[in-house]
């Protein structure tokens, strides 16, 4: 069965730096494509990054350069280094697979005051 628990969100300053972090239990990493996803109040849920099984990256234009996504294998953890965070950026982040699964975590909220 799938569990995925993110970690890390915060309140930051702008042009500040989080690392989050999701433990994925009952995931196979070299089958499922993995990404971040994020949710601003009062608007929908949107794909920010995305790791393939053979590692090939995308982003988000808003996040690109800005974002890393990693998976740590050893951890069986997927990892999203942010850094020169803005306002914008605030919300509550998830993990999940791409496309993604009916389950999800309970997110990690991230926000940036200016």
């Known amino acids: 069965q799938v569990q995925l628990v993110e970690s890390g969100g915060g309140l930051v300053q702008a042009g500040g730096s989080l690392r989050l972090s999701c433990a994925a239990s009952?995931?196979?990493?070299?089958?499922?494509?993995m990404g971040w996803y994020r949710q601003a109040l009062g608007k929908q849920r949107e794909l920010v990054a995305r790791?393939?099984?053979?590692?090939?990256?995308n982003y988000a234009d808003s996040v690109k350069g800005r974002f890393t996504i990693s998976i740590n294998f050893a951890k069986n953890t997927v990892d999203l280094q942010m850094t020169s965070l803005k306002p914008e950026d605030t919300a509550i982040y998830y993990c999940?697979?791409?496309?993604?699964?009916?389950?999800w975590g309970q997110g990690t909220q991230v926000t940036v005051s200016s």
């Open positions: 999940n697979a791409v496309p993604n699964w009916d389950i």
């Open positions: 790791i393939g099984s053979g590692g090939k990256r």
């Open positions: 009952g995931v196979i990493f070299s089958i499922n494509d």
